[in-house]
């Protein structure tokens, strides 16, 4: 049997060495991304929102009433319209598993768009990728 020994490389993995010379020297990156390149959507009023979400009902008004029991929903409501009060917008991305963007895998894979977030990010997240 043979044994490769080296890099490995396809779609789903890659590899990678790097050179340090104490083991207590920092080995962290930084990766600047900016996350409207993954915009699917823009909303700049609460009502367009509104209608947004309520894509699968018969109104806006059957959506708030179907909703009116759900935390979560109502959490990220609360959330969008603090937002636009605040003269905000909102950006609707999209990420998927089988993106061919490293970071739209990455994203998705992850726990969520806060884990990658420093401090001085200067945006909210109302919903994140992995939220239900």
């Known amino acids: 049997m043979k044994k490769r020994i080296g890099f490995v490389s ?8 790097i050179a340090v ?3 207590k020297v920092s080995t962290k990156i930084t990766i ?25 009902h018969d109104s806006v008004e059957d959506f708030l009433k179907e909703s009116k029991d759900c935390n979560h929903t109502q959490t ?10 605040e ?13 061919e963007d490293s970071i739209s895998c990455y994203l998705y894979t992850e726990e969520n768009i806060r ?12 919903q994140d990728t992995n939220e239900y």
């Open 32 to 56: 600047e991304y900016d996350l409207t390149d993954l915009e699917s959507e823009r909303f700049n009023t609460y009502q367009e929102y509104l209608e947004h979400c309520a894509e699968y």
């Open 21 to 23: 010379k104490d083991e």
């Open 87 to 99: 003269g905000k917008i909102l950006i609707k991305g999209e990420v998927s598993s089988e993106d």
């Open 10 to 17: 396809n779609s789903s993995s890659s590899s990678f060495i």
């Open 76 to 85: 990220i409501l609360a959330k969008a319209k603090k937002a636009f009060d």
């Open 115 to 126: 884990s990658v977030m420093t401090k001085d990010t200067q945006f909210e997240v109302i």
